[in-house]
């Protein structure tokens, strides 16, 4: 009888397509993604950063550490721009994150070389060795360029980080000897030449962990850096809030516009759509009605969400510029989505397809696009993939809204990408609902 029974719930698994989909497909794709996501972080593999380089010190300090800035693997660095390439210079930099071109910056000021390996902070003229002009809504550049730039610094310049080293010893146990002042002299030449060697012959045995010794202050940070955030204009996390609203909007917005199209597969297996396509109500007045009703209620959906964000969470809806870019942004996302949800609903032949492969569909979309976690930690060529999703361009558009304070022209490509995205779906859904019709 136990046979029996597991041999019948095989039968019934083996008849439902959705269910084997659920049940196999749906975790390996989530693996998948999640997988891919996280693919470009860990100890040897590090997404690359593109930065703006600006060096107002010129010297040949600040030149050898430009060079070595370029040969890391963890940066795409920019010294020069335009035609004929020109140096970058610091407002041009700041125009660079500030259009997010690139989303951080590093100026080099004058007199880099003596605040070599100097204590940052110990008097109040103190002035950093480099400007850090940072877009903190990916929070990841700026912390990964600061330990980038500490390492370069220690693996470009081994002459002064010695002759600092010197410098404090003379300072606190006294002047060296003849014979010590030689031996030091031959040794910084000898670290003054340019290193052609491979990393890997130059590099030092690791330390584990418990033998390491706790590193002074100097050490801890050569070269003294100042981040500055050019696009929080406020301290508050109410451009985060947004962020998150509008991504977990997006993503519930595409399952109610998915159940609103069922309602067609619900209405085929019980006759209605029938007797609808019997009267005057042609398929288009019919996809284009239920559409303009998934796009109305998509735009109630998400104004209710804003709207309590504004109200619990300190979402800065209520201003002229941000309803504007709000409506904008609304409105071409719950057009796309309704489209979507229909297309879903016509390539589908029941109800019970609909649900299962939607499901897959909807959070596969989401999970790539940004709706589940920020695109920004995603490794390159995922962040690349998310693009073909609109849940992507849909956040974009929001986070340029609420964060980067844009106003409703700066909006353009993504109210392109949406609105063509709405139509092109619309489309599919009525060459798809053809097979409903009556001859």
């Not at 999640?34 to 860990?42: L, N, P, R, T, W």
């Not at 410098?167 to 002299?185: K, N, S, W």
């Not at 969400?305 to 609304?330: E, Q």
């Amino acid at each position: 009888m136990i046979g029996t029974v597991m041999h019948v719930a095989w039968l019934n698994l083996k008849r439902d397509r959705v269910g084997q989909l659920i049940t196999f497909l749906l975790p390996v794709a989530f693996f998948s993604v999640f997988a891919a996501v996280f693919s470009g972080f860990g100890p040897d593999r590090v997404p690359r950063i593109d930065v703006a380089v600006v060096d107002e010190d010129q010297s040949e300090a600040s030149e050898r550490f430009v060079a070595a800035l370029k040969k890391d693997d963890g940066l795409r660095v920019q010294t020069h721009r335009g035609e004929p390439p020109n140096p970058i210079a610091r407002e041009e930099a700041r125009e660079m994150v500030v259009g997010r071109d690139v989303p951080v910056a590093v100026i080099i000021r004058p007199g880099f070389t003596d605040k070599f390996g100097k204590i940052f902070g110990e008097s109040a003229s103190d002035e950093p060795a480099i400007d850090v002009l940072a877009d903190t809504a990916d929070p990841v550049a700026p912390q990964m360029i600061a330990g980038l730039i500490q390492k370069n610094a220690m693996t470009a310049m081994p002459n002064l980080f010695m002759q600092r080293g010197v410098d404090m010893l003379e300072q606190y146990g006294g002047p060296l000897t003849a014979m010590q002042t030689t031996a030091v002299a031959q040794w910084l030449e000898l670290l003054n030449k340019p290193d052609d060697t491979p990393a890997e012959a130059t590099s030092q045995p690791e330390v584990p962990a418990e033998e390491t010794e706790p590193q002074p202050a100097f050490a801890q940070g050569l070269v003294s850096i100042k981040v500055h955030d050019l696009l929080a204009s406020d301290p508050d996390k109410s451009p985060v809030n947004a962020f998150y609203a509008a991504g977990t909007a997006v993503l519930f917005l595409l399952f109610s516009t998915m159940a609103i199209g069922g309602v067609l597969l619900e209405e085929q297996s019980n006759g209605t759509l029938e007797r609808l396509l019997a009267s005057n109500l042609t398929m288009g007045k019919l996809l284009a009605g239920r559409w303009l009703y998934a796009t109305l209620l998509g735009c109630a959906q998400l104004s209710i969400m804003f709207t309590w964000g504004a109200l619990i969470f300190g979402v800065k809806l209520f201003t002229p510029a941000h309803l504007a870019g709000f409506a904008v942004m609304t409105l071409v996302t719950a057009a796309a989505a309704a489209g979507f949800g229909f297309v879903l609903a016509t390539a589908c032949r029941t109800r019970t397809q609909l649900d299962g492969i939607g499901a897959i569909v909807i959070l596969m979309m989401s999970a790539v696009g940004g709706s589940m976690f920020p695109r920004f930690i995603m490794s390159e060529w995922m962040q690349n993939l998310g693009l073909i999703t609109f849940n992507a361009w849909a956040l974009d558009g929001y986070q340029k809204v609420f964060w980067y304070e844009q106003g409703v022209w700066a909006l353009w490509p993504q109210v392109l990408v949406l609105s063509v995205a709405a139509a092109v779906f619309m489309i599919i859904a009525r060459l798809l609902a053809r097979r409903w019709e009556t001859v």
